[in-house]
């Protein structure tokens, strides 16, 4: 099984800066997309980023030109540089992969941004 482990996750004041890490480990197969979700309490999963192979990137339009997805130096490592923090970031940030090739769906446990003011 894959196991992805999320960090860096606090709590931060608005207009401060956070990063987040995740790493997948495990029977990891060839051709995954990586990419962060994330779930404010009453409200439903929304897409922050997506990084595919090739390196093309998605943003979720709440976020986009605040945040930044990355890949990491070891394989299947992503990161999240986040910027200019609003009281509306706050939520639990989840971790996702994809293996394309059998189309299945790997999940972090979730790591808690709170910003505060």
């Known amino acids: 099984q894959v196991q992805l482990v999320e960090s860096g996750g606090g709590l931060v004041q608005t207009g401060g800066s956070l990063r987040l890490s995740c790493s997948a480990s495990?029977?990891?197969?060839?051709?995954?997309?990586m990419g962060w979700y994330r779930q404010a309490p009453g409200n439903e999963r929304e897409l922050v980023a997506v990084?595919?192979?090739?390196?093309?990137?998605k943003y979720g339009d709440s976020v986009q030109g605040r945040f930044t997805i990355s890949k990491g130096s070891a394989e299947n490592t992503v990161n999240l540089q986040m910027n200019s923090l609003e009281a509306d970031d706050t939520a639990v940030y989840y971790c996702?992969?994809?293996?394309?090739?059998?189309?299945?769906?790997?999940w972090g446990q979730g790591t808690q941004v709170t910003v505060s003011s």
């Open positions: 990084i595919f192979t090739g390196g093309v990137k």
């Open positions: 495990g029977s990891i197969f060839s051709r995954n997309v």
């Open positions: 996702n992969l994809r293996n394309l090739r059998e189309n299945v769906d790997y």
